[in-house]
Antibody, heavy 129, light 111 residues
Framework: EVQLLESGGGLVQPGGSLRLSCAASGFTFSNYAMSWVRQAPGEGLEWVSSISGSSTSTYYADSVKGRFTISRDNSKNTLNLQLNSLSVEDTAVYYC??????????????????????WGKGTAVTFSS | QSVLTQPPSVSGAPGQRVNISCTGS?????????VHWYQQLPGTAPKLLMYGNSNRPSGVPDRFSGSKSGTSASLAITGLQAEDEADYYCQSYDSSLSGVVFGGGTKLTVL
C-alpha cells in the first residue's frame, strides 16, 4: 500500500525553525517528484514546494522562498522541509504529496506541477504566544 | 485571492447534479495546462478526485466527471449523495508564477 507519513510539526516561536519529514512507502520513491502543500486553519490549500525525483530541481512558492528548503533522501525514502524564519502566517497543517506522472500514448513524463495522487495525513505547525 | 477562482459554496439535494467551476486565465488553464480536482472530507487530507482534466483515478465513482474549455474547468457530480459533502479544490500550473496553483475551494452541501 502506498503511504506517506509526516512528522516534525509542533509549537514554535516567531523567528524559529522546524524540520518536517515525510516517510514514504509502497512505491519506488526516487522515481517521483514530491511536494509539500499547506493549509492554514479554516483556509484553502496552498502549494509550498516541490522537488524532482533525483533532487536535481527544487521549486518554491514566493511566500516561502529563501526561508524554506526542500530536500529528499532517496536511500531512506524520506522527504524533508526545513522551515526557517517562521512567522505566524506559516501556521498550517503541512501535507506531503506524491506527484503523479503525465502519460501520453507513447511515454510518461514527470512534471513537478502535475497532480498529487497520494497525500499524507499532515503535520501541524502552530505558534506559541 | 486565489489565481484559480471557484465559487465558495454550492448545494444540491440528494440525487441531483451540481457543477463546480474553476476559472483561470491565459497563464494557467488557458495556456493549456491540465486541471486536477481534489476532494477534502471534513478533518481529513485531500484526496485526488480527477486528474488531467477528465480522468478518474481508480475507485472514484463515475458520478464524478471533469471537463475543461478555454480558461475554465468544471467538475460535475451527478446523483448527489450525503457522503459527497466536502470541500473541492481545483489545481493547475501557472507559467507567470512558475508554480502550482489551487482554487480557493468550494464547499458542497448536500441538502
Amino acid at each position: 500500500e502506498v503511504q506517506l507519513l509526516e512528522s516534525g510539526g509542533g509549537l514554535v516561536q516567531p523567528g524559529g525553525s522546524l524540520r518536517l519529514s515525510c516517510a514514504a512507502s509502497g512505491f519506488t520513491f526516487s522515481n517521483y517528484a514530491m511536494s509539500w502543500v499547506r493549509q492554514a486553519p479554516g483556509e484553502g490549500l496552498e502549494w509550498v514546494s516541490s522537488i524532482s525525483g533525483s533532487s536535481t530541481s527544487t521549486y518554491y512558492a514566493d511566500s516561502v522562498k529563501g526561508r524554506f528548503t526542500i530536500s529528499r533522501d532517496n536511500s531512506k525514502n524520506t522527504l524533508n522541509l526545513q522551515l526557517n524564519s517562521l512567522s505566524v502566517e506559516d501556521t498550517a497543517v503541512y501535507y506531503c504529496a506524491k506527484v503523479g506522472e503525465y502519460c501520453s500514448s507513447t511515454s510518461c513524463t514527470h512534471y513537478y506541477y502535475y497532480y498529487m495522487d497520494v497525500w499524507g495525513k499532515g503535520t501541524a505547525v502552530t505558534f506559541s504566544s | 485571492q486565489s489565481v484559480l477562482t471557484q465559487p465558495p459554496s454550492v448545494s444540491g439535494a440528494p440525487g441531483q447534479r451540481v457543477n463546480i467551476s474553476c476559472t483561470g486565465s491565459s497563464s494557467n488553464i488557458g495556456a493549456g495546462y491540465d486541471v486536477h480536482w481534489y476532494q477534502q472530507l471534513p478533518g481529513t487530507a485531500p484526496k485526488l478526485l480527477m486528474y488531467g482534466n477528465s480522468n478518474r483515478p481508480s475507485g472514484v465513482p463515475d458520478r464524478f466527471s471533469g471537463s475543461k474549455s478555454g480558461t475554465s474547468a468544471s467538475l460535475a457530480i451527478t446523483g448527489l449523495q450525503a457522503e459527497d459533502e466536502a470541500d473541492y479544490y481545483c489545481q493547475s500550473y501557472d507559467s507567470s508564477l512558475s508554480g502550482v496553483v489551487f482554487g480557493g475551494g468550494t464547499k458542497l452541501t448536500v441538502l
